[in-house]
């Protein structure tokens, strides 16, 4: 799959691509459903498949602090779009300027002159350009004067449900990862670097991995049982807690930190992948650090019980 980072390099595709455009934050299984059915067009048409994503996503930019948390980050969902059929994936960068052009320079320039695409595939929901007056009824209108056909995603369901990034959001606010993870068809995950904190962990005897979430919002928050790959080749165990550590500072921003069960290694600076397992609890703030570490042990014999079950 090629990284295209920019309009400016996007070169002219003389042959033309089929093209799906969208934030995909999740990479969920609707998503792949979506893509899959692209590549089939692809084949057909002897095109390559191009997906278009935006960074930051669009409410990102106009809500800052207050858009949706974000479940996966660019980085993340390169890692998942290289597992699906696509051969170029296309990063425009979302700012004010490119808000505000005219959805008709959008078609006219991007989708016909640049990428020449010859199927196109939407939410029927989707909007572009000043004021958001491009919509789905103009695509569909200028794909007829430029013989481009345009199609809506419909709606991928599992057990009645529509999956969405809303949907799998709100699973795991709730804390429900089983439903998350039947919605993305993988379990719910995060990537990062493990970084340098302050050693609080390792002043009361559970040292941890801090781990950059780079993201505004965190989609999850409290105590979890979780496993980390990403060290040589192992799967590695451990207590995570995403939040503000209220015991200590409560900061607003939410921070990753896991404490890895029986593991003594430095890895600072690598990059790991922690999954989340199960919810043991919400945060709380405790009275004294005597309190907190009594609830820590709790929390890795929790942790220990729900991960030996596998």
Same mark, same amino acid.
Request: glycine content about 8%.
């Given at each position: 799959?090629?990284?295209?980072?920019?309009?400016? #390099? =996007?070169?002219? $595709?003389?042959?033309?691509?089929?093209?799906?455009?969208?934030?995909?934050?999740?990479?969920?299984?609707?998503?792949?459903?979506?893509?899959?059915?692209?590549?089939?067009?692809?084949?057909?048409?002897?095109?390559?498949?191009?997906?278009?994503?935006?960074?930051?996503?669009?409410?990102?930019?106009?809500?800052?602090?207050?858009?949706?948390?974000? =479940?996966?980050?660019?980085?993340?969902?390169?890692?998942?779009?290289?597992?699906?059929?696509?051969?170029?994936? =296309?990063?425009?960068?979302?700012?004010?300027?490119?808000?505000?052009?005219?959805?008709?320079?959008?078609?006219?320039?991007?989708?016909?002159?640049?990428?020449?695409?010859?199927?196109?595939?939407?939410?029927?929901?989707?909007?572009?350009?000043?004021?958001?007056?491009?919509?789905?009824?103009? =695509?569909?209108?200028?794909?007829?004067?430029?013989?481009?056909?345009?199609?809506?995603?419909?709606?991928?369901?599992?057990?009645?449900?529509?999956?969405?990034?809303?949907?799998?959001?709100? +699973?795991?606010?709730?804390?429900?990862?089983?439903?998350?993870?039947?919605?993305?068809?993988?379990?719910?995950?995060?990537?990062?670097?493990?970084?340098?904190?302050?050693?609080?962990?390792?002043?009361?005897?559970?040292?941890?991995?801090?781990?950059?979430?780079?993201?505004?919002?965190?989609?999850?928050?409290?105590?979890?049982?979780?496993? $980390?790959?990403?060290?040589?080749?192992?799967?590695?165990?451990?207590?995570?807690?995403?939040?503000?550590?209220?015991?200590?500072?409560?900061?607003?921003? +939410?921070?990753?930190?896991?404490?890895?069960?029986?593991?003594?290694?430095?890895?600072?600076? #690598?990059?790991?992948?922690?999954?989340?397992?199960?919810?043991?609890?919400?945060?709380?703030?405790?009275?004294?650090?005597?309190?907190?570490?009594? #609830?820590?042990?709790?929390?890795?014999?929790?942790?220990?019980?729900?991960?030996?079950?596998?």
């Amino acid at each position: 799959m090629r990284l295209i980072r920019g309009l400016e #390099q =996007l070169q002219p $595709m003389t042959k033309g691509c089929v093209l799906t455009i969208g934030n995909f934050d999740g990479v969920h299984l609707g998503h792949r459903a979506v893509i899959e059915k692209l590549a089939q067009q692809g084949q057909a048409f002897g095109l390559p498949v191009v997906v278009m994503v935006f960074e930051p996503q669009p409410l990102e930019y106009f809500l800052r602090d207050n858009a949706p948390s974000r =479940l996966t980050r660019l980085k993340e969902k390169v890692t998942h779009f290289q597992k699906l059929p696509i051969d170029d994936l =296309l990063i425009v960068r979302f700012n004010q300027a490119f808000a505000d052009s005219d959805p008709k320079y959008f078609i006219d320039e991007i989708l016909v002159n640049r990428l020449n695409v010859k199927f196109l595939v939407v939410g029927d929901d989707f909007h572009f350009g000043k004021a958001r007056c491009g919509n789905f009824a103009l =695509l569909k209108e200028t794909g007829k004067i430029y013989g481009f056909h345009v199609q809506d995603t419909h709606s991928f369901e599992i057990e009645e449900q529509r999956v969405s990034s809303t949907l799998i959001r709100d +699973a795991l606010n709730a804390g429900d990862l089983a439903t998350a993870e039947k919605l993305l068809g993988r379990p719910y995950s995060v990537c990062g670097k493990v970084v340098h904190g302050d050693k609080r962990g390792r002043s009361i005897g559970f040292p941890t991995a801090n781990i950059e979430l780079q993201r505004e919002n965190a989609p999850v928050r409290g105590v979890f049982a979780v496993t $980390m790959t990403g060290i040589d080749d192992g799967v590695y165990v451990g207590v995570a807690n995403v939040g503000s550590r209220p015991t200590f500072d409560g900061g607003t921003k +939410a921070i990753l930190e896991v404490h890895l069960l029986n593991f003594d290694q430095d890895i600072y600076g #690598q990059e790991v992948e922690v999954h989340f397992k199960e919810k043991i609890r919400n945060e709380v703030r405790f009275q004294s650090i005597d309190e907190l570490k009594q #609830q820590i042990h709790k929390d890795v014999a929790s942790a220990q019980q729900i991960l030996a079950k596998g």
